[in-house]
């Protein structure tokens, strides 16, 4: 691995928001991820979980979406939550060699009216890093080891499967390394799903999570574990995604 150099990361002015990659067809993110005394509403992480604030939004988004089943409002819950935390994340470390502090104990979160999250709050804008591979494993790396797994224990203490949890925030990290580039397009021999251990040597949870089929000579993405959505009235499928194969094209 090159070595790397780093500078503190400092935001101006808000025009770009957060990071520089929040810009053009990216900047979206904009509203997705701020410096936390930015963010309106937000909340400490470990005080969401830990006060009830996380309970309460769950029963807000079940009365809202008309969910009956808790396990199907929770995972999709999840992926809101883990689509607005790794999409601005990567885009920032893989596009503008910005390493953002997504550090479990140091984020605030905020939620929309409907109880599902709205924007995450960082305490200051990292750091740039020059020289840094930021491929795969490496890229997913600070996030893996600083959130996720704060994260998924929490939701999974919420009736959810940890298998579940890590497969829905599996697909928006897919999406993300892809959008990028860097990674081979058709994704079959993208590391990060593939291999059972960590560079460390410890257990891979992304291991399988996302696999590319061809079906009828295209390249398709599929989830190993349903994320449930179709317990929920009103949400569409995702398609050839899905694992189950009776969900892929619902009449």
Not at 155 to 165: D, E, H, N, V
Not at 174 to 199: C, K, M, N, Q
Request: aromatic share 8%.
């Amino acid at each position: 691995m090159a070595s790397a150099s780093h500078r503190e990361m400092t935001v101006k002015d808000g025009l770009l928001g957060l990071s520089p990659a929040f810009s053009g067809e990216h900047a979206w993110c904009r509203d997705k991820m701020m410096i936390s005394k930015e963010l309106a509403g937000g909340v400490p992480l470990p005080a969401f979980f830990r006060d009830g604030g996380f309970q309460r939004a769950i029963d807000r988004y079940a009365e809202i979406s008309g969910g009956s089943d808790r396990r199907a409002v929770v995972s999709m819950w999840s992926l809101y939550y883990f689509s607005g935390l790794s999409i601005p994340y990567l885009l920032a470390r893989r596009l503008g060699g910005q390493a953002l502090p997504v550090g479990f104990e140091e984020m605030t979160i905020a939620l929309e009216d409907n109880g599902l999250p709205r924007a995450f709050g960082v305490p200051h804008a990292g750091t740039i890093e020059s020289g840094v591979e930021t491929e795969g494993f490496t890229a997913v790396g600070p996030l893996l080891e600083t959130h996720l797994g704060e994260a998924v224990m929490r939701l999974k203490a919420c009736g959810i499967s940890a298998k579940l949890c890590w497969n829905n925030a599996a697909v928006y990290i897919d999406y993300a390394l892809r959008l990028t580039g860097g990674e081979p397009s058709d994704g079959p021999d993208l590391p990060l799903f593939v291999r059972g251990h960590l560079p460390d040597g410890g257990v891979n949870p992304f291991c399988g999570c996302v696999s590319y089929l061809d079906e009828e000579g295209e390249q398709v993405a599929r989830r190993k574990v349903c994320c449930l959505r179709y317990m929920l009235p009103g949400i569409p499928s995702c398609g050839k995604l899905c694992a189950l194969p009776s969900q892929r094209n619902p009449q």
